[in-house]
């Protein structure tokens, strides 16, 4: 591809030797470099690459983006610019045809429900049976058969716009993107144009990179910035600053909930332990829905997904079979069931607003014992470690503060974050910091009918230890003390 096509829109600070060049592939990876390409040296948080335009030169390199100057070797495009990252979404965006513009692109963001609802959307997309559906999220990125492990909730630029090429070569109609915080504030999604914004919730999280719960809120608003001429957002009115976006942001909307008025609202709502049932009322509409998954917060959930359904325009045939037909969303409140004597849960629970939701739906739909094994992540927000603490032994009866993903922190010093919000206030907790043992000890704790939460890593097959990720699956653990139980 001409290298002026490439750079067109990327605001150049120098160039040397742009035009009649053509390039063979695009790339930000160094170690992916061949002859005729096009290397990125993006400077990262922790890494600047520009370190690494030497190796892209000795592999053939035919042309660098980079903010440092250096010395160039003859007949190599040099393009100085002050914001790789900022090149790198427009030159990703060039170099595969905007595919963004041949899609459907839905785009999720918010604290917690994204996954769920991406499955939901997925599902009603099927079921309309117009066109397939392409997912780009937290446990996976899938599209016609083909699954790709999700490295980040939302990729780099390369990768997204490479994937939303391939989903438009393949007449994929819609593209279902979980959009996360920090892909908004890096600008990986910058040349994204989505048909459908949906902002779910904000709650305290990721404040080790935002600093701040407004700046998290900043990055998260982004998404309606990104909107086609006649996009939608979608905005949950159960949430003070979701809400609050409803006059200030330019595209239309649509709005969904549970206690206060919105456009599509849930009305005789039934919690059980099997399932949910309640009907929906939107604009022209009303209908009954009966789901598998259970929770006030799936309710929520459900509302989102029917709500940007409807501002799609699919039938309200599809989103009724779309959504029943969702039996579990890896992760998300999913199931242990090997013949034991009471219930087993495992979630993604990661934060104190999520492990709240859990636990309070579970309380309400149990007039059993809760017995609660969860930990906290290494090198994350530290801030929530206390208020996970508090949130878990008040609404459980048993809590067991173990292991989540250390990284390159120590787990004891994790678990004494977590224990600084209850000791004193709470008698209701052990501490096993082997998540192994703490998983066997709860199973062993367990009397009939009894519920037991595995909060925190949920979908994860592995735990982070140092810079290993070692496996490990909450589920299939779990599986393994029932045999010998």
């Keep these: 591809m001409d290298l002026k096509k490439i750079l067109k829109g990327v605001k150049i600070r120098a160039g040397e030797n742009i035009g ?22 993006l400077r990262g948080y922790s890494l600047d690459a520009s370190k690494f335009v030497g190796f892209a ?55 917690n429900g994204k996954t769920t609802i991406a499955y939901l959307i997925e599902n009603i997309v099927k079921a309309a049976g117009k066109a397939d559906a392409g997912v780009i999220g937290t446990i996976n990125y899938r599209f016609k058969g083909k699954v790709f492990p999700a490295l980040n909730t939302t990729p780099g630029p390369m990768i997204l716009h490479g994937m939303l090429a391939e989903m438009a070569a393949l007449k994929i109609g819609y593209a279902i993107m979980e959009v996360s915080s920090h892909s908004l504030d890096q600008g990986r999604v910058d040349n994204v144009l989505f048909d459908i914004g949906i902002f779910t919730n904000l709650t305290s999280d990721h404040l080790d990179y935002h600093k701040t719960t407004a700046n998290y809120f900043e990055a998260k608003k982004r998404l309606f910035d990104k909107l086609k001429t ?41 919690l059980s332990m099997d399932g949910t049932r309640f ?87 149990t007039e059993r014992r809760i017995v609660t094994v969860f ?28 292991s989540d993903n250390p ?20 008698s209701n907790y052990d501490i096993v910091t082997d998540r192994k043992e703490a998983i066997s000890k709860a199973l062993g704790l367990a009397l009939k009918d009894d519920v037991i939460v595995i909060a925190g890593k949920g979908h994860e097959h592995y735990q982070i230890i140092k810079d290993k990720a070692m496996p490990f699956d909450d589920r299939e653990v779990a599986l393994s003390i029932l045999k010998k139980l």
């Excluded at 009649?20 to 040296?41: E, M, P, Q, W, Y």
Aim: glycine residues 8%; proline residues 4%.
């Design 230 to 270: 006649k996009g939608r957002a979608v905005l949950n009115m159960d949430d003070k600053k979701v809400a609050s976006l409803k006059g200030s942001i330019k595209p239309m909307t649509i709005t969904y909930g549970i206690k206060n008025k919105a456009d599509v609202t849930a009305k005789n709502i039934a």
């Design 407 to 426: 990284r390159f922190e120590e787990p004891e010093d994790i678990i004494d974050e977590i224990e600084s919000g209850i000791k004193g206030k709470f």
């Design 279 to 365: 009907t929906v009322h939107a604009p022209g509409m009303s209908f009954e829905m009966r789901i598998k998954l259970i929770g006030i917060h799936n309710v929520s959930n459900v509302l989102a997904a029917a709500a940007a359904a409807i501002a799609l325009e699919i039938p309200k045939e599809a989103i009724i079979k779309g959504i029943e037909s969702v039996e579990k969303v890896p992760g998300r409140l999913e199931a242990v069931e090997a013949g034991q004597p009471f219930k087993i849960f495992i979630d993604f629970a990661h934060t104190e607003d999520a492990l709240f939701n859990v636990l309070n739906l579970l309380r309400e739909v």
């Design 20 to 41: 009649g060049i053509d390039i063979n592939k695009i790339t930000d990876d160094s170690r992916k470099v061949g002859v005729g390409d096009l290397f990125v040296a």
């Design 375 to 402: 930990g906290c992540g290494g090198n994350r927000d530290r801030t929530k470690r206390p208020l996970m603490g508090k949130v878990a032994c008040e609404y459980s009866d048993h809590v067991i503060v173990t």
């Design 57 to 111: 030169l000795k592999a053939g390199a035919r042309a660098i983006v980079t903010e440092k100057d250096f010395n160039s070797s003859p007949g190599v495009s040099k393009i100085l610019v002050d914001d790789t990252r900022s090149a790198m979404s427009i030159i990703a965006d060039n170099f595969y045809g905007h595919p963004s513009r041949k899609l459907k692109v839905i785009g999720i963001t918010g604290t």
